[in-house]
């Protein structure tokens, strides 16, 4: 779209360009052009834009993709957009702000890439929103103010550099690609933007760490970034030998250290007995038969390299309130089926125990969940689709927060059960194996009620 065609839709839905909602609308087709190339859209692809606006990205887009999502805050823009793509049944369109609008359905949509110019003063909120860890995104371009822009890519050292740069960096690497000029844009800004490039960091480019405590940690030091972070963090370990272990100053301040240094000093606060240790090859099984009957015992090693019948629980915990079921994304470091989802907690079961008391130590381990009533579904016989186990599935009814080990567990999100209906069945590839059956059967106990 060029600036006469711009200004036209801006007359007819009579929209005046609110400086509050930051509306500086791109008119530079040459630059929108360019702008979408760097996302690399490809046929399989569904793509969420926020902030679409009159369009100017949208167009160049909506050719390219398999699904397009556009999310527009302004009311009359969003009616706009109805208006132009009611005949284009792959875009769809959603009043609704990009800061609180529900990501969770472009789970089941992936591959999905993420679009937006978006506003400097909700811009933080909606890139928390989209892209905070585990999310479905795969590749993400933005532009925003250059200020806001140099504020993600900042360092050690920079003026910029705040807890801003570190919630981006922890998951993303991101790359300032083009500076775009006032006047690209209608009504013009008074300074500068920048277009940026977030790829997802490799997850085994650093030890695994609890996104959520050293998000915690940080607020606390950057709330006072002036003062010496030892008075902001816990009394245990001591700050003296925490500091020496990860090689910075007593006196550091927040702003000193970079993101290795604030992973090293996570883990070291740390306080979750397996938040460093995704399994152990020696752990023992009981090895059994085809009756589940105990035949002898072996190491986890053993019993995974020979293919050898065991046992196992899973528990799906679903929340009372709004009948979500929490889903567990898997480590990278697991030794089976890393970087998938799978059951809200799962597990082996200790030569010599027996599933129940498997299932309340997994929850406690897993989630941190200890007073949940456990509800035996079914058993489920050993197959090559649950590893050679013998399962038995339980159901739990929890609220509240969860603990989980940052060895173990990558994130755990809560989805309504009709959306992981849809997600199995267009991308069973994102699951454990042996989730998919015990999501069937729990439906069916379930029925239609909790859809």
Same mark, same amino acid.
């Given at each position: 779209m060029n600036a006469t065609q711009i200004h036209e839709v !801006?007359?007819?839905? %009579?929209? +005046?360009?609110s400086k509050s909602? @930051?509306?500086?609308? !791109? *008119?530079?087709?040459? *630059?929108?052009?360019w702008i979408v190339s760097q996302l690399e859209i490809t046929p399989d692809d569904c793509v969420v834009e926020v902030g679409p606006g009159t369009g100017a990205l949208t167009e160049h887009m909506a050719p390219l993709c398999r699904k397009l999502i556009l999310v527009e805050f302004d009311a009359r823009l969003a009616e706009y957009q109805r208006t132009r793509w009611a /005949?284009?049944?792959? =875009? %769809?369109?959603?009043?609704? #702000? @990009?800061?609180? $609008?529900?990501?969770?359905? !472009?789970?089941? %949509?992936?591959?999905?890439?993420?679009?937006?110019?978006l506003p400097y003063s909700a811009g933080g909120a909606i890139l928390a929103n989209f892209l905070t860890s585990p999310c479905a995104c795969s590749r993400a371009v933005v532009m925003l103010q250059k200020e806001f822009i140099d504020r993600i890519l900042a360092k050690p050292g920079d003026d910029a550099y705040g807890l801003? +740069? !570190?919630? *981006?960096?922890? /998951? $993303? =690497?991101?790359?300032?690609?083009?500076?775009?000029?006032p006047e690209a844009f209608s009504p013009r800004p008074k300074i500068d933007s920048t277009v940026m490039l977030l790829t997802p960091r490799n997850p085994m480019e650093h030890p695994p760490y609890d996104h959520r405590y050293m998000d915690e940690l940080m607020r606390r030091c950057f709330s006072q970034r002036r003062k010496q972070m030892?008075?902001?963090?816990?009394?245990?370990? #001591? $700050?003296?030998?925490? +500091? &020496?272990? *990860? @090689? =910075?100053?007593y006196t550091a301040r927040a702003e000193e250290l970079g993101l290795a240094e604030w992973i090293q000093l996570t883990r070291a606060y740390d306080t979750h007995p397996l938040c460093d240790v995704a399994q152990k090859d020696d752990e023992l099984f009981d090895v059994v038969d085809e009756n589940d009957r105990v035949l002898h015992q072996a190491t986890r090693k053993e019993v995974h390299e020979q293919g050898l019948i065991h046992r196992a629980v899973h528990i799906?915990?679903? +929340?009372?309130?709004?009948? #979500?079921?929490?889903l567990q994304k898997r480590s990278a470091y697991k030794d089976r089926h890393p970087l998938v989802w799978d059951s809200s907690a799962a597990g082996h079961l200790d030569a010599g125990e027996d599933y129940e008391t498997a299932a309340v130590r997994e929850l406690? &381990? &897993?989630l941190g969940i200890e007073d949940a009533r456990l509800i035996k579904v079914c058993t489920i016989p050993p197959s090559e689709a649950t590893g050679m186990e013998h399962i038995t599935l339980y159901a739990a009814l929890h609220e509240g927060k969860v603990h989980f080990p940052a060895a173990e567990i990558e994130g755990v999100i809560p989805f309504p059960p009709a959306l992981i209906d849809r997600w199995l069945e267009r991308r069973p590839q994102d699951f454990a194996s042996s989730f998919a059956l015990c999501w069937r059967e729990v439906r069916q106990m379930l029925g239609d009620s909790q859809g």
């Open positions: !801006l007359n007819k839905f %009579e929209v +005046s360009p909602l @930051g509306q500086n609308f !791109l *008119i530079d087709e040459n *630059i929108a052009k /005949d284009t049944p792959h =875009v %769809e369109v959603h009043h609704a #702000d @990009g800061a609180t $609008w529900d990501p969770r359905r !472009l789970f089941a %949509e992936q591959p999905v890439k993420f679009m937006g110019n801003l +740069s !570190l919630r *981006i960096q922890m /998951d $993303w =690497v991101p790359k300032a690609l083009k500076t775009v000029p030892r008075k902001q963090l816990p009394d245990t370990p #001591d $700050w003296e030998y925490v +500091s &020496e272990r *990860i @090689g =910075v100053p799906l915990v679903f +929340s009372k309130k709004t009948h #979500d079921c929490l406690k &381990e &897993e």
